[in-house]
């Protein structure tokens, strides 16, 4: 059974950083890609980044050159470096598989971005 437990967010100022975490279990880890999504009120759900198993990243327009997606399979784990946060970054974020999203949710983490 897969399980995703995402964790690091938090209240931050613009032009902040935040690093996010996301724990994986029940997958063959190392040979999955991963992706983190986030869905911001009254929005749909939109894929941010993802990253395949052997590391090539792609990332929304939107996020490009300030997020930066990583791996630790030894962790099962990957990361969300985010800087130079705006305001429209606000959202609750999730990381599950690109570009499906086919595992179960996990609780996801709240980044709220102050102006």
């Known amino acids: 059974q897969v399980q995703l437990v995402e964790s690091g967010g938090g209240l931050v100022q613009a032009g902040g950083s935040l690093r996010l975490s996301c724990a994986a279990s029940?997958?063959?880890?190392?040979?999955?890609?991963m992706g983190w999504y986030r869905q911001a009120p009254g929005k749909w759900r939109e894929l941010v980044a993802s990253i395949t198993g052997g590391g090539r990243t792609n990332y929304a327009d939107s996020v490009k050159g300030r997020f930066t997606i990583s791996r630790d399979n030894a962790k099962n784990t990957v990361y969300l470096q985010m800087n130079s946060l705006k305001p429209e970054d606000t959202a609750v974020y999730y990381c599950?598989?690109?570009?499906?999203?086919?595992?179960?949710w996990g609780q996801g983490t709240q980044v709220t971005v102050s102006s």
């Open positions: 599950n598989e690109p570009p499906l999203a086919s595992w179960p």
């Open positions: 029940g997958i063959i880890f190392s040979i999955n890609a």
